[in-house]
């Protein structure tokens, strides 16, 4: 079985502040790990996924995520938010074969910027 | 070149009558998933679709839920007798072929809201 678990449905950083998106899953076996964004009224993109490659994975629009097997993380971070930041938030886990190949999904984390 | 498209874009329709959603996936992508998205909730699975092989149907909420592909292409989501639960939006997203942790492509998602 698979799960995940994102901390806090709504994060609220100041625009140039520091974004921390929290994710933490459960897998009995080695997961593939994605962070998806939803901007209003679209669907949702990738941003960055692991795949068993390095354990800093950068994404696009200068998001990176970090694979910690012994805290079972993949927090999501931004050095700078930027106020188009702005979206829904979804950490995702799928598993090679033998575990389960349709991505969890999180509850989702609404990423707020103000000036 | 084109992404995952879905129409109707909005749906607007009484209790107890039934409803078609559908998707075109990118050329070339064996597996389709559907999903829900309850306002404020994550993502929920609903059926994932996997080049011949037969549907996961693991997801589907009801016997009032069904889905259809056509070969490797266009998918329709049945909703029957729906109910004012069913309100939501539904998203599709299609991947290419492989083992695990490929991306998903979404499509923009067809809003369906029940009177």
């Known amino acids: 079985a698979q799960s995940v678990t994102q901390l806090g449905s709504h994060v609220s950083v100041s625009e140039g502040a520091l974004v921390l998106l929290r994710c933490n899953y459960s897998?009995?076996?080695?997961?593939?790990l994605f962070w998806y964004v939803q901007y209003p009224n679209q669907g949702l993109q990738l941003l960055l996924k692991?795949?068993?490659?390095?354990?800093l994975v950068k994404g696009i629009n200068g998001f990176e995520a970090e694979f910690k097997k012994s805290e079972t993380s993949f927090h999501l971070t931004k050095p700078s938010a930027h106020m188009s930041d702005a979206a829904e938030y979804f950490c995702?886990?799928?598993?090679?074969?033998?575990?389960?190949?349709?991505?969890?999904f999180g509850r989702g984390t609404s990423l707020i910027v103000h000036p | 070149g084109a992404g995952v498209s879905q129409s109707p874009s909005n749906k607007v329709t009484e209790k107890g009558k039934d409803v078609e959603l559908r998707c075109d996936p990118i050329s070339g992508h064996t597996a389709l998933y559907w999903y829900r998205q309850r306002l404020g909730q994550g993502l929920e699975f609903l059926i994932y679709?996997?080049?011949?092989?037969?549907?996961?149907k693991s997801g589907l909420p009801s016997d009032r839920f069904s889905a259809e592909r056509t070969g490797e292409s266009v998918s329709t989501l049945t909703i029957q007798r729906t109910q004012q639960e069913d309100s939501a939006v539904y998203l599709c997203?299609?991947?290419?072929?492989?083992?695990?942790?490929?991306?998903?492509?979404f499509g923009p998602g067809t809003r369906l809201l029940v009177l």
């Open positions: 692991y795949t068993s490659a390095a354990t």
């Open positions: 897998s009995s076996v080695p997961p593939y």
């Open positions: 997203a299609s991947s290419k072929p492989g083992q695990g942790g490929e991306t998903q492509y």
């Open positions: 679709f996997q080049g011949n092989s037969a549907p996961d």
């Open positions: 995702a886990v799928s598993t090679p074969p033998g575990g389960s190949y349709i991505p969890t």
